[in-house]
C-alpha cells in the first residue's frame, strides 16, 4: 500500500521569500515521485518527477524537490516566491512496478503569497 | 507536440438529464487514458482508466461510465446525473511518462 501526506494544507509566504511544501510519502516498493500544480479552475500542471534518478529533482518556473528515503519525504521548495506562484499544488506517489494506474495524491496545499 | 483537449469548460445540468464529457489526445499513439474527478477542497479520486480501444477499468462504483471508441478519445457519461456528480472532471493522458492533464470541466448539477 502507498500513500501520501501534506503536511500543510496552506502555506503563506511574502514575495520574494523562500517556499517550503512539505511532503511525506509511504510505499512498500521503489517509488516515483511527482508534484503538480494547480491554478484555479484549470488542470494539473506537472512541476517535476523523481523516478530513481538524481535525488535532486529541478523542475519549471524555478522549482526543485530532494527525495530522501530515510525521511521518505520530497519537499518542495523555491528560492524566491513570485506572485505567479499562488496556486494549489499536489504531491504524487507512484508504484513503479504498478505504474499510472496506481497513483496517489495528496490533499494539497494552498501556497498563498503576500505582496 | 501532444496536447490534451477537454470540454466542455463549464457545464450546468439539471438532476436527472444525462452527461457526456469529451477528451482528445493529439501527437502521441496508444496512450493511457483516465478520468478523474476532483470535489471542493479534497484531493482528486480517479474513476476511470484505460490502456486501448475499448479497454475500460472503473475503479469506484457510481453513476458513471466510461468508453473509448477510438485510440486517442475518451468519453466519460451518465445517464441520469445525481447532485453527488457535481464537481471538477479532468482527463489525462500518458505514454510510460507522468500524466498530462486537460484543463477540466466544472459540472454543477442543479
Known amino acids: 500500500a502507498q500513500s501520501v501526506t501534506q503536511l500543510d494544507s496552506h502555506v503563506s509566504v511574502s514575495e520574494g521569500t523562500p517556499v517550503l511544501l512539505r511532503c511525506n510519502y509511504s510505499?512498500?516498493?521503489?517509488?516515483?515521485l511527482f508534484w503538480y500544480v494547480q491554478h484555479p479552475n484549470k488542470g494539473l500542471q506537472l512541476l517535476l518527477k523523481?523516478?530513481?534518478?538524481?535525488?535532486l529533482v529541478k523542475g519549471i518556473n524555478g522549482f526543485e524537490a530532494e527525495f530522501k528515503k530515510s525521511e521518505t519525504s520530497f519537499h518542495l521548495t523555491k528560492p524566491s516566491a513570485h506572485m505567479s506562484d499562488a496556486a494549489e499544488y499536489f504531491c504524487?506517489?507512484?508504484?513503479?512496478?504498478?505504474?499510472?494506474?496506481?497513483?496517489?495524491f495528496g490533499t494539497g496545499t494552498r501556497l498563498t503569497i503576500i505582496p | 507536440s501532444q496536447t490534451i483537449h477537454q470540454w466542455p469548460a463549464t457545464l450546468v445540468q439539471p438532476v436527472g438529464s444525462p452527461l457526456s464529457l469529451e477528451c482528445t489526445v493529439e501527437?502521441?499513439?496508444?496512450?493511457?487514458l483516465y478520468w478523474y474527478r476532483q470535489a471542493a477542497g479534497r484531493g482528486l479520486q480517479l474513476l476511470f482508466y484505460?490502456?486501448?480501444?475499448?479497454?475500460i477499468s472503473s475503479e469506484v462504483p457510481q453513476n458513471l461510465s466510461a468508453s473509448r471508441p477510438q485510440d486517442r478519445q475518451f468519453i466519460l457519461s451518465s445517464k441520469k446525473l445525481l447532485l453527488s456528480d457535481s464537481g471538477f472532471y479532468l482527463c489525462?493522458?500518458?505514454?510510460?511518462?507522468?500524466?498530462?492533464f486537460g484543463q477540466g470541466t466544472r459540472l454543477t448539477v442543479v
Open positions: 489525462a493522458w500518458s505514454v510510460r511518462t507522468a500524466l498530462q
Open positions: 510505499s512498500s516498493y521503489s517509488p516515483s
Open positions: 523523481y523516478t530513481s534518478a538524481a535525488t
Open positions: 504524487v506517489v507512484s508504484d513503479r512496478n504498478f505504474g499510472n494506474e496506481k497513483l496517489t
Open positions: 501527437g502521441t499513439s496508444n496512450p493511457n
Open positions: 484505460s490502456v486501448g480501444i475499448g479497454q
